[in-house]
């Protein structure tokens, strides 16, 4: 199903033809029908014998009503431009098609109302004004039907003109996440509240789990209208009432929507905006606006990203209240006061990938997300929302694009990175830890913060993606260092004399250690090369280790650790008394050494006794 919409001015006869064309009037309101009016959006349904179906949105004329006319203009499709024959197109004629060129139209057909009230031998010149009219329009050029809702002068080929153009339309997509902008909510007796709009793309089956944004609200559908029809499952295209038990009629307004979880509201996004021409000298850098998105009205800012133009430019659009956007979704803009229009456009928070031969679309677009936000590790949600695909397309496409090579994951939590600004990351780290290494080698490599300083790379995205090459096998993270697989270090000599002579063994004592504090001291005071960095290496390598307030040798470790299976071959348990003995120190030592043996799964303490920590044996 598609939808038609109308345009027109007040007194051109859109309802009266809607109502000739469907035999439904469209003005459900008495003060409309009272007032011969159309003060709000009216809905008919138009269907043909084989099957060619369409929704009707009919939108007030008056210019008073424009914010209801914006309101249902972004589902239509093909516009039924109804204009009075013999009066032509008016000015807010031409406004609301300056509106709708910046919205989803793609086809339009024009309806020469009233043609019964012009002499047959004016009627081609009345005609040709009209054309004459619409040059500059997206009505330029569209077949012009000469009609009479009052008499049905030539209806029958302006209904075949509608169904020929309907037939011709490419379907919606279907594949992509819900997205229904509500245009109006109320309750029925029985069944609680109900919501109808325009399914913009996806589809929505008796049963499902969707939101109401912006709010977060879940929302179950327990069943779904099409005109005077109960469906099991509707598709994108369709004019829908959909029934959610649980949510309260007053929790609900024009200008939310139902969607997919794919997608969420928000207050601020980048966009393509094309301005009309005659607004250029109202526009600023930031310009205060009435944003018309989906069936939503909000006052925002537009900042420009670039030098104002008449072509399209990249702004970024800032609202007062959230709403629902997401990549592709189209939008008009007039100022706030007066509101005459300034332009309009579609949101564009991605780049477009280039496509590849043969590759599905959902990949085009799901790796056009990867490498817009470069590396910036993006989770599956983010990533359909930006794509707008539903989600489990998203992760189809996600785990194809890691298996091509094409993106990478990374982990805590799951995320996604194009895999060529990856490499890119990969080259650069491992170009400055090539010079790194030859520069200090004694160090043990580059902390995240060093690399976040060396690449610009924000340091919470660079340690994911750089686990994954960890993971990869492409780099090692020692303690918390990174650098390259094949790179050790490597003391020089005056640096490994530095640390003998700071750790001497004494053969009375010889597990007795040093204070830390003053091994501390002694590194700072150094005038030898690089031995703050050898000494973060020695602890990191284990070669020194601190315990409590004092510095151990890794072989004193070793011999401590000896002593203790020697101990437990012989006893089951041992006393923090024992152990001191078994040292020949003091409990000012011991007692720390037991609880890092403790916490090393070395020793497990059972009320005054340590026991020995057993070790699974492997089969």
Same mark, same amino acid.
């Given at each position: 199903?598609?939808v038609?919409?109308t345009a ?7 309802? $009266? @033809?809607? =109502? %000739? /064309?469907?035999g439904t ?5 008495l003060?409309?029908?009272i007032?011969?009016?159309? +003060? ?6 138009l269907?043909f ?7 009707i949105v ?12 914006l309101a ?13 024959a013999?009066e032509g197109?008016m000015p ?14 793609s086809r ?5 109302n009233?043609?019964?009230l012009?002499?047959?031998r004016?009627?081609e010149?009345a005609?040709g004004?009209?054309?004459?009219q619409l040059?500059?329009?997206?009505a330029e ?6 009609v ?5 002068e030539?209806l029958? $080929? @302006?209904? =075949? %003109? /509608?169904?020929?153009?309907l ?8 594949s992509?996440p819900?997205? +229904?902008?509500?245009d ?11 919501v109808?709009?325009t ?11 969707l939101l ?8 179950h559908v ?18 829908v009432?959909l ?10 307004r024009?200008?939310q ?7 969420s509201?928000?207050r ?6 094309q301005?009309?021409?005659d607004?250029i000298p109202?526009l600023r850098?930031?310009?205060p606006?009435r944003a018309?998105?989906g069936s939503?009205?909000? @006052?925002?800012?537009l900042?420009?990203?670039e ?5 399209e430019?990249?702004?970024r659009?800032n609202?007062?209240?959230?709403v629902?956007?997401f990549?592709?979704?189209r939008?008009?803009?007039?100022r706030?006061?007066?509101?005459t229009?300034?332009?309009g456009?579609?949101?564009?928070d991605i780049?477009s990938a ?7 679309p959902?990949?085009d677009?799901v790796?056009?997300?990867l490498r817009?936000?470069k ?5 599956r949600?983010e ?12 992760d189809a496409?996600?785990?194809?694009l ?5 993106a990478i ?5 799951a995320?996604y990175v194009?895999a ?5 990351l990969f ?13 200090e080698?004694?160090?043990m490599?580059e ?9 610009g ?6 340690v ?5 090459f ?9 303690s ?5 697989v094949?790179?050790?270090p490597?003391l020089?000599?005056q640096?490994r004399?530095?640390f ?15 204070p830390?504090?003053g091994?501390?001291?002694a ?11 050898a000494?973060d290496t ?5 070669v020194?280790v601190?315990i ?12 401590i650790r000896?002593?203790?299976?020697t101990?437990f071959?012989e006893h089951?348990?041992m006393t ?5 003995d078994?040292?020949?120190?003091s ?5 720390p050494l037991?609880?890092w ?5 070395v020793t497990?303490r059972?009320?005054?006794?340590r026991?020995?920590?057993k ?5």
């Open positions: 199903m598609h038609i919409g027109g001015h007040v007194d051109h006869g859109k309802s $009266a @033809l809607i =109502a %000739a /064309l469907t009037n469209p003005d459900r309101l003060e409309e029908q007032r011969g009016m159309t +003060l709000d959006l009216g809905f008919a349904h269907r014998d084989d099957g060619v179906e369409a929704g009919d939108v007030p004329g008056h210019e008073r009503f424009l914010h209801n006319m249902g203009a972004a589902g239509m499709e093909l516009l039924l431009l109804v204009v009075d013999n197109a807010q004629t031409i406004e609301h098609l300056q509106i709708l060129q910046f919205l989803n139209v339009v057909v024009v309806a020469a009233k043609i019964d012009i002499e047959p004016d009627r010149a005609l004004r009209l054309a004459e040059r500059g329009t997206i050029g569209a077949p012009i039907h000469a009479s809702a009052t008499t049905g030539n029958d $080929a @302006l209904k =075949a %003109a /509608l169904h020929d153009a037939a011709a339309m490419a379907p919606r997509n279907e992509a819900v997205y +229904l902008p509500i109006r909510a109320f309750t029925l007796t029985g069944l609680g509240t109900v109808t709009g399914l913009m793309q996806g589809t929505i089956g008796a049963g499902d789990s109401l944004e912006p709010s977060g609200t879940p929302a327990r069943s779904i209208g099409v005109f005077a029809s109960r469906k099991r499952r509707v598709g994108a295209g369709s004019r009432a029934n959610l038990p649980g949510i309260d009629r007053r929790a609900i024009r200008g929507a139902i969607v997919g979880r794919e997608l509201a928000r601020s996004f980048g966009v393509r905006f301005p009309l021409r607004a109202l850098r930031r310009t606006v018309y998105v939503a009205e909000i @006052l925002g800012t900042v420009m990203d030098p104002i133009a008449a072509t430019v990249r702004a659009l609202l007062r209240e959230e629902v956007a990549s592709g979704l939008f008009v803009l007039r706030p006061s007066p509101m229009l300034l332009g456009g579609f949101v564009e780049e280039v496509p590849d031969d043969g590759r599905d959902n990949e677009a790796l056009g997300v817009a936000r590396l910036e590790p993006s989770t949600k990533i359909a929302s930006g794509a707008n695909v539903r989600e489990d397309a998203a496409a996600l785990t194809h890691v298996e091509a090579g094409d994951r990374v982990e805590r939590p995320a194009d060529e600004a990856a490499q890119g080259v650069s780290v491992a170009a400055h830890l090539d010079d790194a290494h030859r520069a080698p004694w160090a490599g902390t995240s913060i060093a690399l976040t300083r060396a690449t790379v924000p340091e919470t995205a660079l994911r993606i750089l686990e994954h960890v993971a990869d096998g492409r780099l090692v993270n020692r918390g260092y990174y650098a390259a094949d790179f050790h490597t020089d000599p640096q004399a530095f003998e002579y700071l750790l001497p063994l004494d053969d009375a004592q010889p597990l007795l250690p040093i830390f504090a091994a501390a001291a590194v700072r005071r150094s005038q030898v090369a690089g031995v703050a960095k000494f020695l602890l990191a390598q284990g020194l601190k409590g307030d004092d510095l151990y040798r890794g072989s004193q470790i070793a011999q000896a002593r203790l299976a101990h071959a089951p348990r923090a008394a024992e152990f001191r078994l040292l020949g120190t409990r000012k030592y011991a007692v037991l609880e043996l403790d916490t090393h799964d497990i059972d009320g005054d006794y026991t020995l920590r070790r699974e044996t492997k089969q």
